[in-house]
C-alpha cells in the first residue's frame, strides 16, 4: 500500500501544476492513497498561504478531483486534508472555519517562532538571533503546546529546524523524547516527510534516531511527498519506506473524516 498524504497546490502560491496533473501522476506511479494538504487560511504571512474564498474553492476542486478519479477507473483515492500553521502563543490566528472544515485530516506544523519564519531562506538571518539551542527549545515548546490542543490528527516534518544544516543540540535529547511521547498520549500521527532529501540537509524528517524513539513509544506514523510541483510527487518514497521497514514500522495511517485508519506498507 502506497501512502502520500502532504501535497500541495498553486492556490498557497508557491507550489506549481494543476490539481488534475498531480492526481494523474499519482495514479502512474501507483500511489493508493494521495491526500492534498495545501496551506490552511491565516491571517499571517498572507503571501503564502490560501484565503478562506480560495479555500472552499480548493475543497470544492477535492469533490470534483474524486468523480474524476473514479470516472477514469484510477487506483488512486484522493484525501482530503489541510496544513496547519501552529505559531505558540498566537493560537487565535487559526481560523475556526479551517478546524471545522470537511477535510478527512489535519497536519500541524510548526514554521514559525513568533513572526519568524525559520525555514524560509528569505529570513535566514533570524538565526543569528534566536541561535540554534533557543530556536529548538522554542519549537518543541510549540510541537507540546500544539498536540494538547488536540486539534489536528499528523504532526508535519517533526524536526524541520534542521533544514539549513543546524541539527538538534544533543542536550535537548530528553525534550525531543517527552514531545513525542505527548504526541502519543493525544493520538497523532507522526508524519516520515521526504521533502527534507531535497533540502540542504539531505535527510528524510524526521531523523532515523527520533523514528526509532518513536517505534519504541508506539507512535504510528504516515508518509508524505510535501510536493510542490509534480516532479515532486512520490520524490524519496523508496528511501523513506526503506528506512521505516528497517526500524520494524509495517503499517502506516490515513484518515477518512479524522478517523485514523492503519494500512499495511
Known amino acids: 500500500m502506497r501512502v502520500d498524504l502532504h501535497n500541495h497546490t498553486i ?3 508557491h507550489a506549481t501544476g494543476t490539481m488534475q496533473e498531480y492526481v494523474e501522476k ?8 494521495f491526500g492534498f494538504s495545501c496551506h490552511a487560511p491565516m491571517k499571517f504571512d498572507e503571501k503564502y498561504r490560501m484565503d478562506l474564498r480560495t479555500m472552499y474553492h480548493y475543497l470544492q ?6 468523480e474524476y478519479a ?5 487506483k488512486t483515492k484522493i484525501l482530503k486534508g489541510l496544513e496547519v ?9 487559526i481560523e475556526s472555519s479551517v478546524l471545522n472544515a470537511e477535510v478527512d485530516y489535519l497536519i500541524g506544523s510548526v514554521h514559525f517562532i513568533g513572526n519568524w519564519g ?15 539551542f533557543k530556536t529548538w527549545d522554542i519549537y518543541f515548546d510549540s510541537i507540546q503546546s500544539m498536540a494538547k490542543t488536540k486539534y489536528f490528527q499528523i504532526v508535519g516534518h517533526f524536526d524541520l529546524p534542521k533544514i539549513f544544516g543546524s541539527v538538534m543540540p544533543k542536550e535537548l535529547n530528553k525534550k525531543m523524547e517527552s514531545t513525542l511521547q505527548i504526541l502519543h498520549e493525544n493520538n497523532i500521527v507522526l508524519e516520515v516527510n521526504a521533502a527534507g532529501l531535497r533540502k540542504h540537509i539531505k535527510e528524510q524528517y524526521p531523523t532515523i534516531d527520533i523514528l526509532k524513539k518513536a517505534k519504541e513509544i508506539g507512535l504510528d506514523i504516515t508518509l508524505g511527498s510535501d510536493a510542490h510541483s509534480v516532479e515532486q510527487i512520490g520524490f524519496g518514497y523508496e528511501t523513506c519506506v526503506k528506512i521505516i521497514k528497517d526500524i520494524g514500522f509495517n503499517n502506516v495511517a490515513i484518515f ?10
Open 256 to 265: 477518512k473524516n479524522k478517523e485514523k485508519i492503519m494500512l499495511e506498507l
Open 26 to 33: 499519482a495514479n502512474k506511479i501507483n500511489i493508493d492513497i
Open 85 to 93: 500553521d501552529y505559531i505558540l502563543d498566537y493560537e487565535n490566528l
Open 118 to 132: 525559520f525555514d524560509n531562506p528569505e529570513s535566514i538571518s533570524g538565526w543569528e538571533k534566536y541561535g540554534v
Open 11 to 13: 492556490y498557497c502560491n
Open 70 to 74: 473514479k470516472e477514469r477507473g484510477y
Open 61 to 66: 476542486q477535492l469533490n470534483d478531483l474524486e
